[in-house]
């Protein structure tokens, strides 16, 4: 094994606890904007939202899977990409589809129901592919991964925000959006502040083996922007869907990611850096594809 997989990340209790913290504040943020019309209408219409499910939870974590086979990167690194494949959409995802002209009211959905699934779904992929693939099964031996501490920690940081924003806004619309015109710019704020913090306190490790990350973060976040693309449009979606689906798999909430590796890994280097990387490049990334999309359809 070579030294990325033998890195560590500096991240203290204080800094574990902040981070809980802010993720449940993102969530709560995502939450308000989410009321029972929203549910009634998928009810309605369930198929961008089943569509966007699968391309998130069974075909991102099996594409990646078969990444990680062609590519086979650092054993850690392995992980890092298992890891930021099974968790749900992240939150930043609604800002750049609304950047995007895509369905909004579709990405903040597919966000809340993906961070409900997650709690079944995140633990279940990882350990399902991890395991599969061998050098990052050595590794997931010598850890003490119990899927019921991953159920309960993203339990308190997804499901318990998740319903008390949902229950605000049904019982106080007003309040709710008052507060979720606040949220939203500082969840994003958070959101990338978690980011930051990390790298400002690890900026030796950051430097000296980010150019194992490199290459395998953009490739593996483009992978999964077209993924997201072309399974909408398989399914005949509306191209505004289809920019919704790419942008809703190729976020993802990579602060959760970090956490997990910081809660259950004690910082494995080479899975915080590709993790804390992809959550720094796949706003890049969005920005982008939002700016090409605005332009396309200011020309048309």
Request: glycine share 8%.
């Amino acid at each position: 094994m070579v030294e990325v997989d033998h890195a560590q990340i500096n991240f203290d209790s204080n800094g574990l606890f902040i981070l809980n913290i802010a993720l449940a504040i993102v969530m709560f943020g995502v939450a308000l904007g989410i009321n029972i019309q929203d549910f009634k209408q998928l009810i309605k219409q369930p198929k961008p939202i089943l569509v966007g499910l699968l391309s998130q939870f069974v075909l991102l974590p099996l594409v990646t899977f078969l990444l990680v086979i062609l590519i086979q990167p650092e054993p850690s690194i392995a992980l890092g990409m298992f890891m930021v494949a099974a968790c749900p959409g992240g939150n930043i995802s609604n800002f750049i589809t609304h950047l995007s002209k895509g369905n909004t009211a579709l990405s903040i959905s597919l966000t809340a129901f993906a961070s409900v699934l997650a709690l079944v779904f995140t633990p279940f992929n990882f350990q399902l592919y991890g395991n599969l693939y061998a050098p990052t099964a050595t590794i997931l031996k010598s850890v003490t991964l119990q899927p019921m501490a991953i159920f309960k920690i993203m339990a308190l940081i997804l499901g318990l925000p998740l319903i008390g924003g949902m229950l605000l806004n049904y019982y106080r619309p007003k309040w709710s959006n008052q507060l979720s015109k606040v949220l939203k710019p500082v969840s994003i704020f958070i959101f990338i502040s978690i980011i930051v913090i990390a790298f400002s306190k690890n900026i030796t490790v950051f430097t000296d083996f980010i150019h194992h990350v490199l290459a395998i973060g953009i490739s593996h976040n483009i992978v999964a922007l077209l993924l997201g693309f072309l399974v909408a449009k398989a399914f005949r979606l509306s191209f505004k869907n289809q920019k919704t689906l790419s942008i809703e798999t190729g976020i993802q909430n990579s602060g959760l990611g970090l956490l997990l590796v910081f809660t259950f890994f004690d910082g494995l280097g080479g899975m915080a850096v590709l993790v804390a990387f992809w959550g720094i490049w796949h706003i890049i990334s969005g920005l982008i594809l939002a700016s090409f999309w605005t332009r396309s359809n200011e020309k048309i």
